[in-house]
């Protein structure tokens, strides 16, 4: 059993970006979708899609690359842990890189990036960092 669905998720992409892979796969979860949604909507990801092999669903992403084959995530960093969760309040919320980089949060609003839980009012866990 995994004890950390979210950085596994965060790590096979960081991975798979190393050596320029096009998509990786992984067991699916709708917090997972989410997380990948907000990376397509923030252009990080080219898309992402639900495969069902078996009785079993995995996540398909499609990595996004620069024209001149540049990595678009150049960080991808899991700030709160099982074992230590790390939550703000809407005045706390991150500002990373000066707006470049994503700050991914749980909030009781969904899944949100750190721009759209200001707008909404809401603070939350912050899941992680990418930019």
Known sequence: MMSDPIA???????????????????????????????????????????????????LRVHLKYGDK??????????VSKPGRRVYVKKEKIPNLLGSLGVCILSTPKGIVTGKEARKLGVGGEILCYVW
């Open 8 to 58: 596994d998720l965060l790590t096979r992409i960081r991975n798979a970006n190393i050596i320029f892979k096009d998509k990786v796969e992984l067991p699916t979860s709708n917090l997972k979708e989410k997380i990948v949604s907000v990376l397509k909507k923030e252009g990080f990801i080219k898309g992402y899609n639900i495969i069902e092999k078996e009785q079993k669903k995995s």
């Open 69 to 78: 084959g540049e990595r678009i995530i150049n960080h991808l960093e899991r």
